[in-house]
Nanobody, 128 residues
């Protein structure tokens, strides 16, 4: 059973920062690529950031590149999403998800329709 536990969401003013955490078991952390996604009301879930378990390479869509940073803490089996210069359009429920790297490569490991397991989500609200 794969469990992903997100935390760190909340309310922040535009221009502020938040750091989200996604904790997993050691087995999960050492097996899967991990990524962050978000879903705003009335919109499709979208990819936000990903990190390769094998290479450590990070991936971001243009909408967050330069503002968001994904990182792994191997000692804590946790992946973080540091979000800076937040905008009201970043308001969404943020989800952590994992994908087995044996069945994907590169950016393709973060297809929202092909992730293997999902966390429960954490709400991020950015006020203007």
């Amino acid at each position: 059973q794969v469990q992903l536990v997100e935390s760190g969401g909340g309310l922040v003013q535009a221009g502020g920062s938040l750091r989200l955490s996604c904790a997993a078991s050691r087995r999960t952390f050492n097996t899967y690529n991990m990524g962050w996604f978000r879903q705003a009301p009335g919109k499709d879930r979208e990819f936000v950031a990903g990190v390769s378990r094998i290479t450590g390479i990070t991936y971001y869509p243009d909408s967050v590149k330069g503002r968001f940073i994904i990182s792994r803490d191997n000692a804590k089996n946790t992946v973080y999403l540091q979000m800076n210069s937040l905008k009201p359009e970043d308001t969404a429920v943020y989800y952590c998800a994992v994908r087995d790297p044996a069945y994907c490569s590169g950016y393709g490991c973060y297809d929202v329709h092909k992730m293997d397991y999902w966390g429960q989500g954490t709400q991020v609200t950015v006020s203007s």
